[in-house]
């Protein structure tokens, strides 16, 4: 299951020539762009994992690509992730995040149904797309 | 490097065939690099060796440009410099107009300059250094990172100091980010002579040592002279002689900073200038050319004349 979110998530993978080019975007409007990877990416997980601190003071997008390929080559099987911080007042937050990454093989949702009172059914979707987590669960 | 290149004479948009002419002077002028370099020759006294070499550079690139219109295939050239030569002789500022020349030929995308020291690349325990130096380098990216005394980098006394790490960080982006950013590294011709003994690597993937020589007096003078103008001063005709007379006394002395110790005698000939205004302002009433001008007296009374010995304060401000 391909897993779509934040900006760009229904167009096909960003080349690395396309990536450089929104990040150039980014920078150009002052933001601080971050790199964050995961193996839960779940919609309401927003924590994830950051990759080094966020790049302040840049001018130019190649040191992201940089370290976008560092943490591909370290974490090729997690989702990876840019983010632009816009610290203009009244904004303060995320403006632009989009996916640079994905696992080769995405096992996208487990669904897991627990019956309550009455017969009510609540359902919660296990994001993991933990490998290791997802093949623990299948053998349970 | 961008689709903004050469485009041949005739063929709009298309790849040349070959019989297409093509206009460098034309491309020259568009280019704003005549610009850039003129101001180098009126912003930079002397240092000729240098400017030569910075001209041969942007014939270099702008035919390469051109080569590249015709599908010419040339790797990209290398342009790492190391600039040596002695205190204030410009070389921050040379390397300042490098970065804005790169950009007009497009070489570098941005064309800033981030210019750092052993302090800003060498962290102070184990694993500080890699993320330090490579903030810095992802800073420079697209412009020129401009290393000032880069032989303290390495420290052959203590051999556990982290400077070689970020040596071979470098090194390492020197060679596979050739693209990206320009590396220069800038001190003293002994010292910098000693750093690329001890470190083969920096010195062959730098393609262009470029020294810088001492200025003689009468540079210094024109020097002081530019300076002077930019802040609207100007000396007297007894003041120029008392300035000459200066610079000569100043150049045998220890701690002499060309271009940086004309600046700091000047800022030290203004404040005594100030000084006589007041005096006398109780008697006297000075008009615009008064404000203006530096007297000879205002030289004569620096400690150079007197004792033969440099100012107190110009022994704090080296």
């Given at each position: 299951m391909r897993i779509t979110q934040g900006t760009?998530?229904?167009?096909p993978e960003l080349t690395d020539e396309q990536i450089k080019k929104q990040v150039k975007y980014c920078l150009d409007q002052n933001y601080a762009v971050n790199i964050e990877y995961t193996d839960d990416p779940h919609p309401r997980n927003t924590y994830w994992e950051m990759w080094g601190l966020p790049m302040f003071d840049l001018k130019d997008p190649a040191g992201v690509l940089m370290e976008i390929n560092e943490c591909r080559k370290a974490y090729p099987d997690h989702y990876i992730r840019v983010g632009a911080f816009d610290n203009e007042r009244g904004t303060e937050s995320l403006r632009i995040s989009f996916i640079v990454n994905r696992p080769a093989h995405e096992p996208g949702f487990r669904l897991q149904r627990t019956e309550t009172d009455g017969r009510c059914i609540r359902y919660t979707a296990h994001a993991y797309a933990r490998l290791t987590e997802a093949r623990n669960a299948g053998s349970d | 490097m961008t689709e903004s290149g050469l485009k041949p004479v005739g063929s709009p948009g298309g790849k040349a065939s070959g019989e297409e002419v093509i206009d460098l002077h034309g491309e020259y002028e568009a280019s704003n690099v005549q610009e850039v370099l003129d101001r180098l020759d009126h912003e930079l006294v002397g240092l000729q060796p240098v400017k030569t070499r910075i001209k041969e550079i942007a014939a270099l690139l702008l035919v390469d440009r051109a080569r590249r219109s015709f599908?010419?295939?040339?790797?990209?050239?290398?342009?790492h410099m190391s600039f040596t030569g002695n205190p204030g002789t410009g070389k921050t500022t040379v390397a300042m107009r490098i970065a804005e020349i790169l950009h007009c030929l497009d070489?570098?995308?941005?064309g800033h300059l981030v210019s750092v020291t052993r302090d800003d690349l060498v962290g102070q325990y184990i694993g500080h250094t890699a993320p330090k130096t490579k903030d810095v380098i992802k800073k420079a990216m697209g412009g020129v990172l401009f290393i000032d005394e880069a032989y303290y980098l390495y420290r052959p006394e203590n051999e556990r100091d982290y400077g070689q790490e970020a040596i071979e960080i470098l090194l390492q982006v020197m060679e596979n980010n050739r693209d990206d950013l320009v590396v220069i590294l800038a001190g003293y011709k002994e010292r910098m002579d000693t750093f690329f003994q001890s470190n083969p690597g920096f010195r062959s993937r730098i393609a262009h040592h470029i020294d810088f020589p001492d200025y003689s007096a009468d540079e210094l003078l024109q020097i002081g002279q530019l300076l002077l103008g930019q802040q609207s001063y100007r000396l007297s005709e007894a003041g120029e002689r008392a300035f000459g007379e200066y610079i000569d006394l100043r150049m045998k002395l220890p701690q002499f900073a060309n271009g940086r110790s004309i600046r700091n005698a000047l800022d030290r000939a203004r404040l005594r200038q100030a000084n006589r205004l007041f005096n006398s302002s109780r008697t006297q009433k000075f008009v615009k050319q008064d404000l203006m001008t530096l007297e000879a007296e205002d030289f004569y009374a620096s400690r150079v004349f007197a004792e033969g010995e440099l100012d107190q304060a110009q022994v704090f401000s080296i």
């Open positions: 760009f998530s229904f167009l | 599908e010419l295939t040339s790797e990209t050239p290398t342009l070489y570098v995308r941005e």
